[in-house]
T-cell receptor, first 110, second 114 residues
């Protein structure tokens, strides 16, 4: 079946440094790649997404890159802040169905 | 944007008891609806999804069932809960087809089976 692999599972960074999370997928029909942030005990919320006709998208300190040939996409957070601490999920979507990565626990230390 | 109402927020149930979690959606019509389970604070496991009233697809075999009696109402049920049913249940709403886009999640229901 279609799978999404996400790495690393845990990421500890110092405040102000950058964080990078990588995902690979297998379903070549996927055309939508969202990233969700989930704070402890709360619901996942979309932070950024990218469609298959775009290679890169940026929103302030957050950026996502997509390489459809290699079937991988990455989340980049620059100038990390303590409020960036959370679990981040990548996902691939196609025709209303989604596959999620296992999540990355990001800890930003002051 | 869409608003997902989900209840109850928290419940503690004994093994063998029934379960009913309800989800309603505002701000859209004819959405795709989903039930996810999240165990141990990580990983989103798709349980059921629905593309319309009365149309339910099951993704994993289990003692849970889902129903969609109205366009914007999605219900997760069980006749007899197991210990392994404990977890954080999330209802979600989205669009399908070529316009597959953002999934909107409810606040979640934390179920503890004792």
């Amino acid at each position: 079946g279609e799978n999404v692999e996400q790495h690393p599972s845990t990421l500890s960074v110092q405040e102000g440094d950058s964080a990078v999370i990588k995902c690979t997928y297998s379903d070549s029909a996927s055309n939508y790649f969202p990233w969700y942030k989930q704070e402890l005990g709360k619901r996942p919320q979309l932070i950024i997404d990218i469609r298959s006709n775009v290679g890169e998208k940026k929103d302030q300190r957050i950026a996502v890159t997509l390489n459809k040939t290699a079937k991988h996409f990455s989340l980049h957070i620059t100038e990390t802040q303590p409020e960036d601490s959370a679990v981040y999920f990548c996902a691939q979507g196609s025709w209303g169905k989604f596959q999620f990565g296992a999540g990355t626990q990001v800890v930003v230390t002051p | 944007s869409q608003t997902i109402h989900q209840w109850p927020a928290t419940l503690v149930q004994p093994v063998g008891s029934p379960l009913s979690l309800e989800c309603t959606v505002e701000g859209t019509s004819n959405p795709n609806l989903y039930w996810y389970r999240q165990a141990a604070g990580r990983g989103l496991q798709l349980l059921f999804y629905s593309v319309g009233i009365g149309q339910i697809s099951s993704e994993v075999p289990q003692n849970l069932s889902a129903s969609r009696p109205q366009d914007r109402q999605f219900i997760l049920s069980s006749k007899k809960l197991l210990l392994s049913d404990s977890g954080f249940y999330l209802c979600a709403s989205g669009t399908g087809g070529l316009n597959t886009g953002e999934l909107f999640f409810g606040e979640g229901s934390r179920l503890t089976v004792l």
